[in-house]
C-alpha cells in the first residue's frame, strides 16, 4: 500500500529569495509566507502584472540541497509526495506545471502535485484572494485516503496545520511522522514528533 509525504514548499523545499531580491519586494514575500493572513493587504498596490511576477518567482525557485533525491528515493520506497502552501505564486495551474518540471529525473516526477489554500484574481485592476481550502483541509484528506504517511513543516504558519494533524493521527490511530525540518520556528518542535536540519534527513524516520 502506497504512503503519503505532505510538506510546506517554501522552506522545506526552498526559496524564492534571490528573484525577491531582484523584485524588490523581499519583505513581502518573507512576511506573506510566513503571516498570509496580511496577503491582500501587502498586495493592494499590484495588479495585472503580478501573474508575470509569480511565474518568474515559480521558474526563480531554488530547491534546497538533496530534496528531489530524497524525494526520489521516497518514491522508491512507495510514497506519493505532495506540496501544501498559502503561497500565491501556486496558484496558477500552468506555474505548478513549471515548479513540477524541477522534479523530474530520468524521465519521472518524484513529486504528484501541490495544494494552494490561497487563490488570486485581478478585479477592478486589483489583486483580490479567496480561499481554495486550508492546509488543514488538504492534509486531512491526503490522510484519511492513504493511512500512514509523513507530515514536513518548518515555520509558525504550520503550527494550526500541525496541531490539526496531531489530533486527527490521534482520533483514527493513523501510522503517521510529524518532522520539522529547519530551525524557522522553536514552537513549532512541541507539536512534530521530530526535528532535523535538513529535508534528506528525514529518510532516517520513514
Avoid at 529569495?17 to 493592494?44: F, M
Avoid at 495585472?48 to 530534496?67: A, D, Q, R, T, W
Avoid at 507530515?151 to 482520533?171: C, G, Q
Wanted: charged residues 30%; contains cysteine.
Amino acid at each position: 500500500m502506497h504512503k503519503v509525504l505532505i510538506t510546506d514548499v517554501d522552506g522545506p523545499l526552498g526559496n524564492c529569495n534571490r528573484i525577491a531580491d531582484i523584485y524588490g519586494v523581499r519583505e513581502i514575500y518573507d512576511v506573506c509566507k510566513k503571516d498570509p493572513s496580511v496577503l491582500q493587504e501587502k498586495l493592494k498596490g499590484f495588479g495585472p502584472e503580478i501573474n508575470e511576477m509569480k511565474y518568474n518567482f515559480v521558474k526563480s525557485f531554488e530547491l534546497n540541497s538533496g530534496v528531489k533525491q530524497t524525494l526520489m528515493k521516497l518514491k522508491k520506497r512507495d510514497y506519493d509526495n505532495f506540496g501544501s502552501t498559502d503561497n500565491l505564486i501556486f496558484d496558477r495551474p500552468q506555474n505548478v506545471e513549471v515548479f513540477m518540471k524541477k522534479f523530474y529525473s530520468n524521465g519521472k516526477c518524484c513529486l504528484d502535485g501541490i495544494h494552494c489554500s490561497k487563490l488570486s484574481y485581478i478585479k477592478d485592476g486589483k489583486v483580490k484572494i479567496e480561499n481554495n481550502g486550508s492546509k488543514e483541509y488538504f492534509a486531512e484528506k491526503l490522510f484519511r485516503a492513504y493511512g500512514k504517511g509523513i507530515y514536513i513543516v518548518d515555520d509558525k504558519n504550520d503550527i494550526e496545520p500541525t496541531k490539526h494533524v496531531r489530533n486527527l493521527r490521534n482520533e483514527l490511530n493513523l501510522e503517521l511522522n510529524i518532522i520539522k525540518v529547519g530551525h524557522n520556528c522553536k514552537e513549532l518542535e512541541k507539536f512534530s514528533d521530530y526535528s532535523v536540519d535538513g529535508f534528506p534527513e528525514i529518510l532516517n524516520y520513514v
